[in-house]
Structures are given as structure tokens and as C-alpha cells.
């Protein structure tokens, strides 16, 4: 649609993460670092310092496991912040971002489920 000066205007739609359930959210502060991310970003967890970062199934750092789902967006890049993420629920796969087949195990381990 037009906007002012004949700018056009985008409408952004959040994208629903959890499922209808009796089971979860759970949901925690996390702090995060890299980014930035958009929620629904699939979460590993460094090992060393605590702090969550994109799932990376390659690293070696901990961030190898998928552990968690960010629930807002968060940009970590210049400083770490916090945020909310998902540990526990029913997720709407479709809606998650950086997820591969050894990260929905790591999540499904962890107590998520999958629609």
C-alpha cells in the first residue's frame, strides 16, 4: 500500500511459534549473543559463558545442540541482551528458523513437540 511521499509500506506478520496445547510454553529469560535474530530462531547454547546463539550442528562450542526457541527478536551483535526464549512446548515446525533433523531431535529430547 502507499504510504507518505509515495513510499510503499510492508506489513509484517508474525508468524505464530507454538501450538495450541495444554503443554507449554515454557518460557525463560535467555541472553543472547550474535545475531541479529528474528523469532523463531532455533537456539544453541555456549557451553562456555551460558549464552545462547543460532543453533549451528557444526560447532564444537555447544551451540551444536539445538536447545531452545526465540520467542521475540533479539540482536546480540554489538552487545549481548536479554530475551525471552522457548525451553519447553509445542512447536509449529514450519514457523522455525535454522532448524535441521539433528536439531529437532536435540529439541524433542529437550521436551518440545512438533506440529
Known amino acids: 500500500m502507499a504510504g507518505l511521499l509515495?513510499?510503499?509500506?510492508?506489513?509484517?506478520?508474525?508468524?505464530?511459534?507454538?501450538?495450541?496445547?495444554?503443554y507449554g510454553?515454557?518460557?525463560?529469560?535467555g541472553v543472547?549473543?550474535?545475531?541479529?535474530?528474528?523469532?523463531?530462531?532455533?537456539?544453541?547454547?555456549i557451553t562456555a559463558n551460558g549464552q545462547y546463539t543460532a543453533y549451528n550442528n557444526a560447532a564444537v562450542d555447544g551451540t551444536e545442540v539445538a536447545a531452545a526457541v526465540l520467542i521475540e527478536d533479539?540482536?546480540?551483535?554489538?552487545?549481548?541482551?536479554?530475551?525471552?526464549?522457548?525451553?519447553?512446548?509445542?512447536?509449529?515446525?514450519?514457523?522455525?528458523?535454522?532448524l535441521d533433523a539433528a536439531g529437532k531431535v536435540d529439541l524433542s529430547a529437550a521436551?518440545?513437540?512438533?506440529k
Open 6 to 22: 509515495g513510499t510503499t509500506e510492508a506489513v509484517l506478520q508474525r508468524k505464530t511459534l507454538f501450538a495450541q496445547s495444554n
Open 25 to 29: 510454553p515454557v518460557q525463560q529469560d
Open 32 to 45: 543472547i549473543t550474535g545475531g541479529p535474530y528474528l523469532r523463531g530462531q532455533v537456539l544453541g547454547l
Open 74 to 98: 533479539a540482536d546480540g551483535s554489538v552487545a549481548v541482551v536479554n530475551a525471552e526464549v522457548g525451553v519447553v512446548g509445542v512447536l509449529i515446525e514450519a514457523n522455525l528458523i535454522g
Open 111 to 114: 521436551g518440545f513437540f512438533f
